[in-house]
Structure formats: structure tokens, C-alpha cells
């Protein structure tokens, strides 16, 4: 054995993805609920990165309560049977980084609190995925009590409310990095 300090290089980083179509997506990955249904909405919006240019290849998952504000535990988000609600969605982004959900407007989990979708993003460059919430904009009083919102400057706040269109579904843009950069948050 010599005497030499051996120098040992570290492993580079890797980042999340590629994804591939063999395993991803899976039918009807974004519809929580059959598009047309009683009380189904369109959940849409853009990814950017800090440049300001689309994102094409993200992956994003969400996560809610139904209309009532109940975390649903029920199977069958992998399989989609046309009429459970499992309040569990993945979606891919397409090639001009739109994503789409069919889904509900989630209800308060509690009296009085902000309606809200969990959301984790998935997308290259990134070591690991993002969280992030989506808030509904209405009952400006629920959003000024959250948890959440109430610790933000008001102009990252705004980052996680969702625009309401005028056909009753939502549009939310997430932005990577830069001026209008989305609040991610952090677990532990």
C-alpha cells in the first residue's frame, strides 16, 4: 500500500428526470374527475423558468380535498374509473409548457380556512421536486388568516393565488425563478 492521499472526486449531482413515456404518463393521469362532470372545473396554467421562457418537460402532481373540504382516501388514482374522486392528479407538461387538470374547487378542510392544492413539480435542472400550494381567490378574509399566506410580503403571496376565469376554472403559473418567482416550500 503506497503512502500517497488518495484524492477522491464526488459523485456529481443529479437532477430529476428525464422522463420517460414508457412509464409516464399514465391514462387519463390529469383527470381527477371526467371532464363535463357535475362541478368539474379546468385547472391550467404555465411553467417558466428564470429566463422567462417556458418549460416543456415538468411533471407536476397534485393533491386536494373535494368540494366538501374532505381529504378523500379512496384508490384508484392510477387507474382511473371515471367516477372516483381521489383528489390525487399527475400531469405532464406539453411541448409549450402548458399543464391542464380536470378537477374540482377544493372546500375549506375547516370552517373559515383558504381552500387549497397541494402541488409538487417535478422538472429538469431541479436535484430535487418542488412544493407549492395553489390557493382559490375568492373569500379574501380565509386567505388573510392562513397559516401560510399571512407570513408572506404580499407580493410573493400572490404567487400561490390562482386567477379565476371566466368559464369558473383557474389558471396558476408557476415560475422557476426570477422577479415573479413562485413560493416553494420547504418540509422537514
Given at each position: 500500500?503506497?503512502?500517497?492521499?488518495?484524492?477522491?472526486?464526488?459523485?456529481?449531482?443529479?437532477?430529476?428526470?428525464?422522463?420517460?413515456?414508457?412509464?409516464?404518463?399514465?391514462?387519463?393521469?390529469?383527470?381527477?374527475?371526467?371532464?363535463?362532470?357535475?362541478?368539474?372545473?379546468?385547472?391550467?396554467?404555465?411553467?417558466?423558468?428564470?429566463?422567462?421562457?417556458?418549460?416543456?418537460?415538468?411533471?407536476?402532481?397534485?393533491?386536494?380535498?373535494?368540494?366538501?373540504?374532505?381529504?378523500?382516501?379512496?384508490?384508484?388514482?392510477?387507474?382511473?374509473?371515471?367516477?372516483?374522486?381521489?383528489?390525487?392528479?399527475?400531469?405532464?407538461?406539453?411541448?409549450?409548457?402548458?399543464?391542464?387538470?380536470?378537477?374540482?374547487?377544493?372546500?375549506?378542510?375547516?370552517?373559515?380556512?383558504?381552500?387549497?392544492?397541494?402541488?409538487?413539480?417535478?422538472?429538469?435542472?431541479?436535484?430535487?421536486?418542488?412544493?407549492?400550494?395553489?390557493?382559490?381567490?375568492?373569500?379574501?378574509?380565509?386567505?388573510?388568516?392562513?397559516?401560510?399566506?399571512?407570513t408572506l410580503d404580499p407580493e410573493r403571496r400572490k404567487?400561490?393565488?390562482?386567477?379565476?376565469?371566466?368559464?369558473?376554472?383557474?389558471?396558476?403559473?408557476?415560475?422557476?425563478?426570477?422577479?415573479?418567482?413562485?413560493?416553494?416550500?420547504?418540509?422537514?
Open positions: 500500500m503506497s503512502n500517497q492521499t488518495t484524492q477522491l472526486v464526488p459523485t456529481p449531482g443529479q437532477t430529476v428526470g428525464p422522463f420517460y413515456g414508457y412509464a409516464l404518463p399514465f391514462e387519463k393521469d390529469n383527470e381527477l374527475l371526467p371532464p363535463g362532470s357535475p362541478g368539474s372545473i379546468r385547472l391550467q396554467g404555465t411553467v417558466y423558468d428564470g429566463a422567462g421562457e417556458t418549460v416543456p418537460d415538468a411533471i407536476l402532481e397534485i393533491w386536494q380535498p373535494d368540494a366538501d373540504g374532505k381529504v378523500v382516501q379512496k384508490t384508484g388514482s392510477l387507474v382511473r374509473d371515471g367516477y372516483t374522486f381521489t383528489g390525487w392528479g399527475r400531469g405532464s407538461v406539453g411541448y409549450s409548457g402548458v399543464f391542464t387538470f380536470t378537477t374540482v374547487n377544493p372546500g375549506p378542510t375547516s370552517p373559515g380556512a383558504a381552500p387549497f392544492i397541494s402541488v409538487a413539480l417535478f422538472a429538469r435542472g431541479l436535484t430535487n421536486r418542488l412544493f407549492t400550494r395553489i390557493y382559490l381567490p375568492e373569500n379574501g378574509e380565509a386567505l388573510a388568516k392562513d397559516p401560510l399566506l399571512s404567487t400561490l393565488i390562482a386567477r379565476r376565469d371566466a368559464d369558473g376554472g383557474l389558471t396558476w403559473d408557476i415560475h422557476l425563478q426570477g422577479p415573479n418567482e413562485t413560493v416553494f416550500l420547504d418540509f422537514q
